[in-house]
């Protein structure tokens, strides 16, 4: 089965700088890869995703980057912002969702 | 207007006993999950239905069963619980294999 690798496990930045985490999978059929942000006592909620076909996706302050070569795929967030703290999560699919250990991003104000 | 509402949202209760907790999605969506997150915010996958038919269950233990009674609602039944059952229990549906939406969470504590 699939097998998702995310990094770093925390990650805390200055507000106004950026933030990058990371994740790899191992299934080269994988062809969707969302990205999951769960904020304290609350369902993780899609922030952004990203196709197989597609090499970059941006929405505002957040981007996501596939390599499917290198399979690997990354979340970036500029200007960070103290409302972005949470624990973000990676997944891959080709059937079924495989989630990533998850990343806890603290913004300091 | 919730989308995936879960219920109840905390559960505490001893060794050995039954419970259920309840899941419904308004979205239309004909697949939905189980997830168990643990205190170190793992999300692991115990079931999915789609169209009232278990596909996956990932190596739960036969204490937990799903129980679909339509399309919108997937119950999940714990017996005899023990103390790695406590966790933070989250229903999620999606359109098939698609985006995945999460409910708010059951946290529940064994004790």
């Known amino acids: 089965g699939e097998n998702v690798e995310q990094h770093p496990s925390t990650l805390s930045v200055q507000e106004g700088d950026s933030a990058v985490i990371k994740c790899t999978y191992s299934d080269s059929a994988s062809n969707y890869f969302p990205w999951y942000k769960q904020e304290l006592g609350k369902g993780p909620q899609l922030i952004i995703d990203i196709r197989s076909n597609v090499g970059e996706k941006k929405d505002q302050r957040i981007a996501v980057t596939l390599n499917k070569t290198a399979k690997h795929f990354s979340l970036h967030i500029t200007e960070t912002q103290p409302e972005d703290s949470a624990v973000y999560f990676c997944a891959a699919q080709r059937n079924q969702f495989y989630f990533g250990t998850g990343t806890s991003l603290t913004v300091i104000p | 207007d919730t989308a995936v509402s879960q219920t109840p949202k905390y559960l505490v209760t001893q060794m050995g006993n039954d419970k259920s907790i309840k899941c419904e999605q308004n979205l239309g969506h004909d697949t939905m999950y189980w997830y168990k997150q643990d205190s170190k915010k793992f999300l692991k996958i115990m079931f999915s239905?789609?169209?009232?038919?278990?596909?996956i269950n990932e190596t739960v233990p036969n204490r937990f069963s799903p129980k679909s009674p339509d399309k919108a609602h997937l119950n999940l039944h714990i017996n005899s619980l023990e103390l790695g059952d406590s966790a933070v229990y989250f229903c999620a549906s999606s359109p098939g294999w698609a985006t995945q939406y999460f409910g708010p969470g059951t946290r529940l504590t064994v004790l």
């Open positions: 239905y789609n169209n009232k038919e278990l596909i």
